[in-house]
């Protein structure tokens, strides 16, 4: 007979010992959750054979897309935010499914106070496109631009210029974007508008024969046009 092997334990998504996952579970402590996510995290960061991830991807995102990454501690969302994206890039084109899921718990997260938590969304959204293409993950933001935040509608407007600068060779559909974004350029908040100045000046700079100036003309809620043809004339800073 050939010897037995030694058992090995059950790991939690195949990644780690259900003792972390009952540490991420622990609300009266934050240094055990956090001590749990760093392990976790550092499991995804060391993943050898994706496949084994992928029987557990639902369960694991719905850990890094709940109380976790609301926690109030700001080491704790941060730490979730990071393995979230860890997880993406793991998971690749197989995350598919789940991007409705994650991008609204993505969305919640803009508009934070902590810049980091911010850049950290931003390029989890950008993986996310570099996946599933910058529609899906635009087409849901673009919805969101009444947002009572400004804030929040900074943030997605500086979403829709790292996506056009980042994919530089994707066809964006320019009308949608300037259909969308067309009202902020009267935002009430200034920093808002003058951002949205921005990404039409980047617009114009992507098309020929003044395309964007000329579908702006045709919307009553924006700024005047006079304004966007004068940043397209300026010298880049």
């Not at 550092?42 to 694991?60: C, E, F, I, Q, S």
């Not at 009444?146 to 600068?165: G, T």
Request: aromatic share 6%.
């Amino acid at each position: 007979a050939s010897p037995r092997r030694p058992a090995t334990p059950d790991l939690a998504f195949g990644l780690v010992p259900d003792s972390v996952v009952a540490a991420l579970e622990n609300v009266d402590d934050w240094q055990t959750r956090a001590s749990a996510l760093e392990q976790l995290k550092h499991a995804l960061a060391h993943v050898a054979d994706v496949t084994t991830l992928l029987p557990h991807l639902g369960p694991l995102i719905r850990v890094l897309t709940g109380p976790l990454l609301h926690d109030a501690n700001f080491t704790i969302a941060l730490t979730t935010l990071e393995s979230l994206s860890e997880l993406v890039h793991r998971a690749g084109f197989h995350i598919n499914t789940h991007v409705p899921g994650v991008l609204v718990s993505l969305f919640n997260k803009l508009g934070d106070s902590k810049l980091v938590i911010r850049t950290t969304v931003m390029a989890i959204m950008m993986r996310l496109m570099a996946i599933v293409t910058p529609k899906p993950i635009l087409a849901y933001l673009l919805k969101q631009l009444d947002h009572k935040s400004w804030r929040v509608r900074c943030d997605i407007v500086d979403i829709v210029i790292a996506a056009m600068l980042t994919f530089s060779d994707y066809t964006f559909d320019f009308r949608v974007l300037v259909n969308s974004l067309a009202k902020l350029l009267a935002d009430p908040h200034e920093r808002v508008a003058v951002l949205t100045l921005e990404a039409f000046a980047l617009m114009e700079s992507r098309t020929r024969g003044n395309e964007i100036l000329r579908m702006l003309t045709t919307k009553a809620d924006a700024a005047p046009p006079h304004a966007v043809q004068a940043r397209c004339m300026a010298p880049a800073d």
